[in-house]
Each structure stands twice: as C-alpha cells, then as structure tokens.
C-alpha cells in the first residue's frame, strides 16, 4: 500500500534481473469467430509464441510469464512447449482472471523474489524488435519506474462529443495539439515495486498499466517506438503482420 507522501523509487541498479509477463487471456473478438486472438496463427506459428520470443530476444530477459485463459492453462503450456524457445530463459504459465488488469497481477503474484524490472506486454503486439524491447529496461535501468514506447500521430486527432446512438455523427470538440501526443505500444517496463504498489491501489477502469503508475503521482517516461510494434485487433492488422513477417523472413532469415 503507499502512503500520501508518493516518495520517488530509487534508481534501479544496472544489475537488475528482468521478467516479463503476458497477459494472453482475451479472445479478441475484433478478429472474428474463432481461436481467441493470441493463439491466431502469424506465419504459421500462434502469435503468443511470436511475442513470447520478441521478449526473450532480448537478452536482459530471463523469466517470461505468460498469462494463459483462466482454463487455458495447459493449453498454453503445451503450445509454448511445441515450440523453441531460448534455452537461457526460464517460462511460466498462470491461469488468468476476468479482466487484463486481473491478469497482469495474477502474473505479477507469481514472480518469484529476485527480479528487480518487470515488462508487462501485449501478446497482440508479436512483432515488436529487441531494440525496442532493450531501450525500455535501460530506461527502467537509468531509474525510471515507468517506461513506454511510444510514436508520434501521423494523423490530426480530433476530440469529440459520443453520439448517443453508434454511426451518428459526433460533434468535434477540440482538437488537441498533435505535437504533444504520442501513440503508446508495449512492453511498457516498471520498477516491480512500482508496478506492484500501483495494482495494489489503483481502483477503476485503466487502458494501460503505465496510466496506474500515473496515479500514484509518479512520472512515466515515453522512449521511441517503433512501427513493426503494432497491435494486431482487426483482419487487416493480420494481412499487415503477415506482410511485415514475410519481409523479415527473407531479408534477415528470420
């Protein structure tokens, strides 16, 4: 629990072991009928399975904790146990609960003592490079609690009034200044302490984990994404992710 005066976490030292976790436990009813999205092939292999090892590429990262369907467990053991995987890394596989923030703190639970730097990241976003996975932990290394990836908007955003009715047209309201604004991806990286207390009182709906962090009155800081972090919601994402896959297949031997 924390307490009204909202210290600041000391900086992390560079030493710090790092695990992640994955919350895997939505359907992803976006994508349409079927497997729920994280198992949804990409190049023939599930997508967990991709961002599973876009974590473990990196080399900081030596636990992975993925957060299968509350009664998916198994499945999901069985599937990453299908597949290679780095032998360096160690893998753990935990029911989840009802909601991402349930999930993300059932993986949190699970964490054994001795991991310092915690990235919690979006089983739909397969493709994000060991880059920007490793820019993340060294701003978390450099003593941030919170660290995002994140882009500029290419396109102007408009703030708007909800219609009351889906398809209507909605009044614009503002339009905010783009300059100041940024696309978020994942892995969004934390101090565990940080992270922990923020699951442990932050109340109410939340789209992020860093956004938690922000209400204990601590400071997130953003460092580049990149445009291969995409997330994969819609069918076309999946055309695109398929595309990107392919492009690195032949270029790197990926």
């Given at each position: 629990?924390?307490?009204?005066?909202?210290?600041?976490?000391?900086?992390?030292?560079?030493?710090?072991?790092?695990?992640?976790?994955i919350p895997a436990a939505g359907r992803?009813?976006?994508?349409?009928?079927?497997?729920?999205?994280?198992?949804?092939?990409?190049?023939?292999?599930?997508?967990?399975?991709?961002?599973?090892?876009?974590?473990?590429?990196?080399?900081?990262?030596?636990?992975?904790?993925?957060?299968?369907?509350?009664?998916?467990?198994?499945?999901?053991?069985?599937?990453?146990?299908?597949?290679?995987?780095?032998?360096?890394?160690?893998?753990?596989?935990?029911?989840?609960?009802?909601?991402?923030?349930?999930?993300?703190?059932?993986?949190?639970?699970?964490?054994?003592?001795?991991?310092?730097?915690?990235?919690?990241?979006?089983?739909?976003?397969?493709?994000?490079?060991?880059?920007?996975?490793?820019?993340?932990?060294?701003?978390?290394?450099?003593?941030?609690?919170?660290?995002?990836?994140?882009?500029?908007?290419?396109?102007?955003?408009?703030?708007?009034?909800?219609?009351?009715?889906?398809?209507?047209?909605?009044?614009?309201?503002?339009?905010?200044?783009?300059?100041?604004?940024?696309?978020?991806?994942?892995?969004?990286?934390?101090?565990?302490?940080?992270?922990?207390?923020?699951?442990?009182?932050?109340?109410?709906?939340?789209?992020?984990?860093?956004?938690?962090?922000?209400?204990?009155?601590?400071?997130?800081?953003?460092?580049?994404?990149?445009?291969?972090?995409?997330?994969?919601?819609?069918?076309?994402?999946?055309?695109?992710?398929?595309?990107?896959?392919?492009?690195?297949?032949?270029?790197?031997?990926?």
């Amino acid at each position: 629990m924390s307490d009204d005066s909202r210290p600041s976490p000391p900086a992390t030292p560079a030493a710090a072991r790092t695990a992640a976790v994955i919350p895997a436990a939505g359907r992803g009813v976006r994508l349409g009928p079927g497997a729920p999205k994280a198992l949804r092939a990409l190049g023939g292999t599930p997508m967990l399975i991709h961002a599973v090892r876009a974590m473990a590429a990196s080399r900081a990262v030596s636990l992975v904790v993925v957060v299968a369907p509350p009664d998916g467990a198994a499945e999901v053991k069985s599937l990453l146990d299908a597949h290679a995987l780095p032998e360096r890394t160690d893998f753990l596989v935990v029911p989840g609960g009802q909601t991402r923030q349930e999930s993300v703190k059932l993986g949190l639970d699970a964490l054994p003592p001795g991991y310092d730097i915690v990235l919690v990241h979006d089983a739909a976003r397969p493709l994000v490079p060991v880059d920007t996975v490793d820019a993340v932990i060294e701003a978390v290394r450099e003593g941030a609690p919170a660290v995002v990836p994140a882009l500029p908007l290419a396109d102007t955003v408009k703030q708007v009034e909800p219609a009351a009715t889906p398809g209507e047209p909605e009044p614009v309201v503002a339009t905010p200044e783009r300059a100041l604004l940024r696309a978020v991806q994942t892995p969004q990286g934390f101090d565990r302490a940080t992270l922990v207390r923020a699951h442990e009182t932050v109340t109410g709906e939340v789209t992020d984990d860093a956004g938690m962090v922000e209400q204990l009155g601590l400071t997130v800081v953003a460092v580049p994404g990149h445009e291969e972090a995409f997330k994969v919601t819609r069918p076309l994402d999946l055309v695109l992710a398929e595309a990107v896959l392919a492009r690195r297949r032949l270029n790197d031997g990926f």
